[in-house]
Each structure stands twice: as C-alpha cells, then as structure tokens.
C-alpha cells in the first residue's frame, strides 16, 4: 500500500501534463515505476485508502486465462470492466472486425491463448508455461505476451498490461509482469491484485511455491478529472495492514481454472479499507 501511495505522490509532485488523443483528456504522466509484491507472504496488495472490489479485477483475469473475446463472458464470471471497451468506443463500433454486441476481438487472453501463426496454426503460449513450471522447467522464456501488433486493429483495445514472465529458482516461482501504461486512480488497483493473484495461482497449479511479484509500469497516469479525489481524498487516509487471498486448495490444474472455478473459489480475509471514491473511466 505504501509504495501505491508513494506513486500516487510522485505523480502529483513530478508528473508533466500530456494531451492523451485516445481520451482526448489531460494527464499528470511520469515514466517508470517498479512496485514488488511479497506473494511468499500473503501480503495481497488491496488498496485500503479506498474501498476496491477484488473480485472484479480475479473475474477478469480468470477470463483472460479462458480466453475470452466477449464481454458477456466476462459479465458472466462477475466483471463488467469490458462492457465499455466492446460497446461504447466508436472506432471499435466502427471496425468491420466488429463480430458485434460484447465482441472485444483479438485482446489479451486470445493473443495468451490462441496467437495466431503465419501457416495458420496458433500457439497457446500459457499451456507451455504451466507444463514447463510443473515439469520444474524454466528455459528463460517462460513468457506470456498479450502484445501484438499486427492484430491491435483487430481488438478494441491495445493490451495495458502487457507481458507475464515467470522465473522459476528450485522450488519458487518469481513474476515479472510490465505494464506500458496506467491509469493509476482505476487501472493500478486492478493491476497489481492482478499481478499478485497471476504468481500465487500458478504456482499452486505448478507445485511450486509462491516468490515475489515484480511490476513495472513504463507510462503511470492520473487524469485530470481524477486529480482533485486522489490529491484532496485519497492521499489524505492513513492505509490499514494488507489483506489476505485465499485460493480454494482443490484447484490443482489449468483445466480445473478453465473450467469449474468461480468467484467463490477466492476469499479475502481482513481486509479494512476507507470508504469507496468513484474516479472517472476514460473510454
């Protein structure tokens, strides 16, 4: 939690305002931030100055290890964090890659699961990192990459957070995940649970034991029509302790997540936290 806070400060102290064509909004931007979550200890990064909902941000990435293209998939696992994206952006309405209602297109979990091939094949690039970690095998690419760029005019969406790398040191399995850009007020505290909730799940479907997460944010942002809430809200409450994440023990495997698992499968233990602060979402 400190070192989110610390972020959110050096934003508002160093940050240089820039023109952000997408939104068509002003941001306070800095470059570089490298935050590291202790998984080995449970310490689940939930930010606690404001109420956050934990299990949308599981719901998500959960679709994402399915590989969904659908907003109503998601929507189904617990999350509306896509409906925007799939049905309000105008130039993915405008798309003719568009399949329709909810239709994200290639984003994300389709690029981690089905990347595309130039003969026509596809690689699933997660199901080769969890046989090599439950193997005990690391080949220094253990790699999950969301990012392609041949296919981004063919998602509504360019991947945030874009790349997953597992380290594994005997029996510990280390995360490396690197973000080329960040909404901070919204998009952080998703993240980092997410990036926390990636290691401790595969390494309890690997066999291994859960190390550090590292996260390195390129672009960290604060909107303009966030700034007032984090500089005069937010950044005034004392943090509380970090909660706990509790992964049902009788997920053992990549099918059972594919399948079975729902939101009912986590749980989170004391967790204290502020009251809620509603920050704007830029399209």
Known sequence: MKQYLELC?????????????????????VINADLQYNVAANEFPLVTTRKSYWKAAIAEFIGYIRGYSSAADFRNLGTKTWDANANDNEDWL??????????????????????????GGFVDQLRKIVDDLSAGIDDRGEIMSFYNPGEFHMGCLRPCMHTHNFSLLGDTLYLTSYQRSCDVPLGQNFNQV?????????????????????HKIVNAHIYEDQLELMRDVQLQREPYAPPKL??????????????????????????????????????
């Open 94 to 119: 405008n798309s003719p890659h568009r399949k329709g209602e909810d239709d994200m297109g290639r984003v994300y979990g389709v690029q981690g699961r089905s990347w595309q091939k130039p003969d």
């Open 194 to 214: 997410q990036v926390f909730f990636f290691l401790k799940l595969m390494a309890q479907i690997t066999g291994n034991r859960p190390g550090i997460a590292y």
């Open 9 to 29: 400060r050096r934003i508002i102290d160093e940050g240089v305002w820039i023109e952000n064509e997408r939104t068509g909004k002003r941001c306070l931007t």
């Open 246 to 283: 509790h992964i049902n023990p009788d997920i053992k495997t990549l099918e059972d997540v594919e399948t079975w698992v729902t939101m009912d499968d986590f749980e989170v233990t004391d967790y204290q936290h502020h009251e809620p602060i509603s920050y704007p979402f830029s399209v």
